[in-house]
T-cell receptor, first 113, second 113 residues
Framework: DQQVKQNSPSLSVQEGRISILNCDYT??????FLWYKKYPAEGPTFLIS?????DKNEDGRFTVFLNKSAKHLSLHIVPSQPGDSAVYFC????????????FGTGTRLQVTL | KAGVTQTPRYLIKTRGQQVTLSCSPI?????VSWYQQTPGQGLQFLFE???????NKGNFPGRFSGRQFSNSRSEMNVSTLELGDSALYLC????????????FGQGTRLTVV
């Protein structure tokens, strides 16, 4: 049972355009969501997070939107840059379970010139 | 401030052997979690240690075990290695404060032959 799903394994976007990465979840107990970026042979790097009591969180070029009724998250990157090319993972964390994160399978973003 | 340090970075073991991986969290972080990443899979939660006690456990067989020392450093052990245990093993360090992110190390790439 995959509780966090990233249905697009890959995405290609032109430099300067918007990248939209999507994530769906099934576990209603999740109260905190995070996005991580990962380069090959490195550990994931934290990007941005959102609490379930909010519907939007913004940090520079990165914005995360949460639609609780649809159990859907999205990460917007504007404008996209070549250095953003990486694998992006979304993760959910249930309340009261400390650091236990349930990850999606990731979306590989390629930003082309 | 030093990040999360995992040793060794690469390891090759033979089926049936056992292996011990090490993780030093960020100074002051009391929670250490372990994750397994295999090709085509998202990161899967193994277990979490907080103040030397296992606090959460994922769905892995008993061959996977861990411990945490009084200085918060953690070790993960896998006994009777199988080919399917070949993976990137990631350690995450967390302060323990709610709604904050976990920081990952670069991982240990384990290959079982």
């Amino acid at each position: 049972d995959q509780q966090v799903k990233q249905n697009s394994p890959s995405l290609s976007v032109q430099e300067g355009r918007i990248s939209i990465l999507n994530c769906d979840y099934t576990n209603s107990m999740f109260d905190y969501f995070l996005w991580y970026k990962k380069y090959p042979a490195e550990g994931p790097t934290f990007l941005i997070s959102i609490s379930s009591i909010k519907d939007k969180n913004e940090d520079g070029r990165f914005t995360v939107f949460l639609n609780k009724s649809a159990k859907h998250l999205s990460l917007h990157i504007v404008p996209s840059q070549p250095g953003d090319s990486a694998v992006y993972f979304c993760a959910g964390r249930p309340a009261g379970t400390a650091s236990k994160l349930t990850f999606g399978t990731g979306t590989r973003l390629q930003v082309t010139l | 401030k030093a990040g999360v340090t995992q040793t060794p970075r690469y390891l090759i073991k033979t089926r049936g052997q056992q292996v011990t991986l090490s993780c030093s969290p960020i100074s002051g972080h009391r929670s250490v979690s372990w994750y397994q990443q295999t090709p085509g899979q998202g990161l899967q939660f193994l277990f979490e240690y907080f103040s030397e006690t296992q606090r959460n456990k994922g769905n892995f067989p008993g061959r996977f075990s861990g411990r945490q020392f009084s200085n918060s450093r953690s070790e993960m052990n896998v006994s009777t290695l199988e080919l399917g245990d070949s993976a990137l093993y990631l350690c995450a360090s967390w302060t323990g404060v709610a709604n904050t992110e976990a920081f990952f190390g670069q991982g240990t790439r384990l290959t079982v032959v």
